[in-house]
């Protein structure tokens, strides 16, 4: 089964930033659409960023439109999440996720959605 590993997570202070990296195991993925979703405790997950195949066209949730950024580099089989201006609220564990769906300008995960374990961001206030 494919398989991505995310990693770059960590505990930073309100204000700081992250970049988080998901490495896919197999080349098919370059081909697919990719993103980051997220899950704090007691919550459900939700999207946060997609990208297209070719790194052209990026979504992201109202929330964190002009902090975060997602890119792909389809050599190296990574996609990024740089996280600026990070908030308490951005607190959760992200997740990595390919293959999505797209729709009227964002991102979701079907069945045929393979996902990382997640890493963890704690953001103190």
């Known amino acids: 089964q494919a398989q991505l590993a995310e990693s770059g997570g960590g505990l930073v202070q309100a204000g700081g930033s992250l970049r988080l990296s998901c490495v896919a195991s197999?080349?098919?993925?370059?081909?697919?659409?990719m993103g980051w979703f997220r899950q704090a405790p007691g919550k459900e997950r939700e999207f946060v960023a997609g990208i297209n195949w070719s790194g052209v066209s990026a979504y992201y949730t109202d929330s964190v439109k002009g902090r975060f950024t997602v890119s792909r580099d389809n050599p190296k089989l990574t996609l990024y999440l740089q996280m600026n201006s990070l908030k308490p609220e951005d607190t959760a564990d992200y997740y990595c996720?390919?293959?999505?769906?797209?729709?009227?300008?964002?991102?979701?995960?079907?069945?045929?959605?393979?996902w990382g374990q997640g890493t963890q961001v704690t953001v103190s206030s």
């Open positions: 197999e080349s098919t993925f370059s081909t697919y659409n």
């Open positions: 996720a390919a293959p999505l769906r797209y729709s009227s300008g964002s991102y979701y995960y079907t069945s045929m959605t393979n």
